[in-house]
T-cell receptor, first 110, second 115 residues
Framework: GQNIDQPTEMTATEGAIVQINCTYQTSGFNGLFWYQQHAGEAPTFLSYNVLDGLEEKGRFSSFLSRSKGYSYLLLKELQMKDSASYLCTGFDNYGQNFVFGPGTRLSVLP | DAGVIQSPRHEVTEMGQEVTLRCKPISGHNSLFWYRQTMMRGLELLIYFNNNVPIDDSGMPEDRFSAKMPNASFSTLKIQPSEPRDSAVYFC?????????????FGSGTRLTVV
């Protein structure tokens, strides 16, 4: 099974860079997703990593190290609208255990 | 594409009543998931279907909860009888294929309040 851990809250300044970490324990790993969720809304898909390394998509990048059970989401040039919760989730080789981490609530301050 | 459609958006019911939540996945998606989200427990997977077949319902809290997917375009989550502790936002999500790098598309959710 999986046990996913993330920091509960983070604060950063508009225009800055922030890194949100996610660690996981899994006996069979197939992929890791990052989602963004604004208050009162549904989660929306941000990124997917299945291989080690960095995946870049505009201002957002996601990194994965399978040997370390570690991922991070990097947000550059922060904007006020980036204030949201960021959830990591993974699933194993059997396609089961679509477990979400507790989410990291990011507050972007002016 | 209309996305994943859930109904109702809000539901307020009295303890003991039956509640039925509905979901229409994105056409062509063959995996469907029901999640529950609360402040205390975060986002929890209740059950997921692949090609209309329930694959894993280990997250369903107890026998009061049941889910069906009679066809590829419709699923229901039923709670009978409902209890105050069932109050949460219930999300339905669908994906093109289990394990694919497309991510899940979530519906807007149903906010359930049991009084």
């Amino acid at each position: 099974g999986q046990n996913i851990d993330q920091p509960t809250e983070m604060t950063a300044t508009e225009g800055a860079i922030v890194q949100i970490n996610c660690t996981y324990q899994t006996s069979g790993f197939n992929g890791l997703f990052w989602y963004q969720q604004h208050a009162g809304e549904a989660p929306t898909f941000l990124s997917y990593n299945v291989l080690d390394g960095l995946e870049e998509k505009g201002r957002f990048s996601s990194f994965l190290s399978r040997s370390k059970g570690y991922s991070y989401l990097l947000l550059k040039e922060l904007q006020m609208k980036d204030s949201a919760s960021y959830l990591c989730t993974g699933f194993d080789n059997y396609g089961q255990n679509f477990v979400f981490g507790p989410g990291t609530r990011l507050s972007v301050l002016p | 594409d209309a996305g994943v459609i859930q109904s109702p958006r809000h539901e307020v019911t009295e303890m003991g009543q039956e509640v039925t939540l509905r979901c229409k996945p994105i056409s062509g998606h063959n995996s469907l998931f029901w999640y529950r989200q609360t402040m205390m427990r975060g986002l929890e997977l209740l059950i997921y279907f692949n090609n209309n077949v329930p694959i894993d319902d280990s997250g369903m809290p107890e026998d009061r909860f049941s889910a069906k997917m009679p066809n590829a375009s419709f699923s229901t989550l039923k709670i009978q009888p409902s209890e105050p502790r069932d109050s949460a936002v219930y999300f339905c999500a669908s994906s093109l294929a289990r394990g694919a790098n497309y991510g899940y598309t979530f519906g807007s959710g149903t906010r359930l309040t049991v009084v």
